[in-house]
């Protein structure tokens, strides 16, 4: 299993990125993917979940303005990340479980600033 995210950049306040992660080696339909965050300094925390059955979640500090979504057809799920806050900066990386192990991508790099 290998994920490969992307789309990171700089963006000023109130902007908007949208991240892809793109799997091989399973699907995304039958293995829920998750989205997290790292800022510099501080632990990983998790964002968002889009589940394999369609159902999605957000962490408090980001509902209204994040929606994941996901492509069959490429097998890639996206992050759409909106009004972006500073707090929002840190490296987003995507992860599924498939059968008992935790997979991760490598990371895209978001940096809120004006």
């Known amino acids: 299993v290998q994920l490969q995210a992307s789309g990171g950049g700089l963006v000023q306040p109130g902007g908007s990125l949208r991240l892809s992660c793109a799997a091989s080696?399973?699907?995304?339909?039958?293995?829920?993917v998750a989205w997290y965050r790292q800022a510099p300094g501080a632990q990983r925390e998790w964002v968002a979940t889009l589940a394999a059955g369609g159902a999605n979640g957000y962490a408090d500090s980001v509902a209204g303005r994040f929606a994941v979504s996901r492509d069959n057809a490429a097998n890639t799920v996206y992050l759409q990340m909106d009004s972006l806050k500073v707090e929002d900066t840190g490296v987003y990386y995507c992860s599924l479980v498939r059968r008992s192990v935790r997979y991760w991508g490598q990371g895209t790099q978001v940096t809120v600033s004006s």
């Open positions: 080696g399973t699907l995304v339909t039958t293995n829920g």
